[in-house]
């Protein structure tokens, strides 16, 4: 799978792994400007009946909050392609809205949470590498 200047989110790239819920999510994120990041993202249910590939952008309250450096807050939308193999025929274009969080425990690891709707990328929760 593959998913602020200074110590905030908006200046560092972020894997993000985890599941819960209806299934697995995996993403990447990149910064492209403070406070915005960009990146692909993977969803599927724990049946691998769904697939869903989608491009995820990301916007960070962080700065505007007075956060420390360990918490990061943010709110987003994803566009992508969804494959059903469940013959109901939903595959197709998707899309969809997050909102999620991070506490980073470390210089390098963290806790997610994210949560969506609409017909893409759902979330979860799970870890965050700095990379």
Request: negative net charge.
């Amino acid at each position: 799978l593959i998913t602020a200047i200074g110590a905030n989110a908006q200046a560092q790239r972020y894997l993000n792994l985890g599941g819960i819920g209806t299934g697995l999510y995996g993403s990447v994120e990149f910064p492209i400007a403070s406070p915005v990041s960009i990146g692909p993202a993977v969803y599927t249910d724990w049946n691998f009946n769904t697939l869903v590939f989608a491009a995820k952008g990301n916007f960070y309250f962080d700065d505007l909050f007075g956060l420390p450096a360990e918490w990061d807050v943010y709110l987003g939308a994803n566009v992508g392609w969804r494959i059903d193999n469940d013959n109901n025929n939903n595959s197709g274009a998707n899309w969809g809205a997050q909102v999620g969080g991070r506490w980073f425990w470390s210089d390098k690891w963290g806790l997610n949470a994210e949560f969506g709707g609409g017909s893409g990328v759902n979330g979860g929760l799970g870890v965050t590498m700095k990379f």
